[in-house]
Nanobody, 124 residues
């Protein structure tokens, strides 16, 4: 059973930065695709960024390109989301997800495992 635990959320001012972490356990993650999604109140879950663990390939939603960076630490089996130049519209609960895949995945429907989420609030 895969377990994902997010951390690193919080309150930050516009223009600030946060780094989210997703600690993964339960499998050999070289076969996994990892993703970050977010969900704001009253809105659907939205793709943020994805990574394929062994190749290191990454993919970003257009609105996050240049501001967010997804990365992984193999030794710690942890995936990170570095978020810079944060805006109030980035306020949401951020979720980490995992799926068995050798490519990046952008659809939430393709992911099998989800973390509990971490709240990010950007004040104006």
């Amino acid at each position: 059973q895969v377990q994902l635990v997010e951390s690193g959320g919080g309150l930050v001012q516009t223009g600030g930065s946060l780094r989210l972490s997703c600690a993964a356990s339960g499998r050999t993650f070289s076969r996994y695709a990892m993703g970050w999604f977010r969900q704001a109140p009253g809105k659907e879950r939205e793709f943020v960024a994805a990574l394929q663990w062994i190749s290191g390939a990454t993919y970003y939603a257009d609105s996050m390109k240049g501001r967010f960076t997804i990365s992984r630490d193999n030794a710690k089996t942890t995936v990170y989301l570095q978020m810079n130049s944060l805006k109030p519209e980035d306020t949401a609960v951020y979720y980490c997800a995992a799926a068995t895949a050798f490519t990046v995945l952008t659809s939430a429907l393709r992911y099998d495992y989800w973390g509990q989420g971490t709240q990010v609030t950007v004040s104006s």
